[in-house]
T-cell receptor, first 114, second 117 residues
Framework: AQKITQTQPGMFVQEKEAVTLDCTYDTSDQSYGLFWYKQPSSGEMIFLIYQGSYDEQNATEGRYSLNFQKARKSANLVISASQLGDSAMYFC???????????FGKGTMLLVSP | KAGVTQTPRYLIKTRGQQVTLSCSPI?????VSWYQQTPGQGLQFLFEYFSETQRNKGNFPGRFSGRQFSNSRSEMNVSTLELGDSALYLCASSGGLAGASSTDTQYFGPGTRLTVL
């Protein structure tokens, strides 16, 4: 079984600052994928970034980067230069290779202030 | 390329009724997964369909069922609705590569918000 832990229920950041959202995971699988999704108040889950367990480099997608520390089983999301539109719930999720099911954390609510 | 679409967006039902939700995946995607999101339980996996066959199933009662058509569109049905079924139901599609590689990203629709009175 997989488990995702997001310990920060809410985070506040000022516009243009960087913010790190924490995610730790627990799995006995050797091959797996880690994902971050953003959910605005409208409800739609928006895919942000993916990291494979065998990827040696940390994933980056524009202002998003994933700080992957395999030994510590952590996959923190870093958002650089926060924007007001970044205010949303952020979910960390994982899936082992061979399965389609995503296991999600409880989420972190990010509020960006002007 | 059009994204995942879900209909209806909002639904109000009463206890004991049944409901059918629809999901149209991204063109070319063969896998459709359904998730239930509630404030108390968070996001929980319901089931996944691939090429018209249920490939995986979450821990939900038999009142929750689904199916997938030959064009990959999927429907989810909940019978004998209970108050606790009030939730946001999210559908996600992916290529569904053989073996469901960990790189097979799921893309979500806008969800159907079901309220049971």
């Amino acid at each position: 079984a997989q488990k995702i832990t997001q310990t920060q229920p809410g985070m506040f950041v000022q516009e243009k600052e960087a913010v790190t959202l924490d995610c730790t995971y627990d799995t006995s699988d050797q091959s797996y994928g880690l994902f971050w999704y953003k959910q605005p108040s409208s409800g739609e889950m928006i895919f942000l970034i993916y990291q494979g367990s065998y990827d040696e480099q940390n994933a980056t997608e524009g202002r998003y980067s994933l700080n992957f520390q395999k030994a510590r089983k952590s996959a923190n999301l870093v958002i650089s230069a926060s924007q007001l539109g970044d205010s949303a719930m952020y979910f960390c999720a994982m899936r082992p290779s061979g399965y389609s099911t995503l296991t999600f954390g409880k989420g972190t609510m990010l509020l960006v202030s002007p | 390329k059009a994204g995942v679409t879900q209909t209806p967006r909002y639904l109000i039902k009463t206890r004991g009724q049944q409901v059918t939700l629809s999901c149209s995946p991204i063109s070319g995607h063969r896998s459709v997964s359904w998730y239930q999101q509630t404030p108390g339980q968070g996001l929980q996996f319901l089931f996944e369909y691939f090429s018209e066959t249920q490939r995986n199933k979450g821990n939900f009662p038999g009142r929750f069922s689904g199916r997938q058509f030959s064009n990959s569109r999927s429907e989810m049905n909940v019978s004998t609705l209970e108050l606790g079924d009030s939730a946001l139901y999210l559908c996600a599609s992916s290529g569904g590569l053989a073996g469901a590689s960990s790189t097979d990203t799921q893309y979500f629709g806008p969800g159907t918000r079901l309220t049971v009175l």
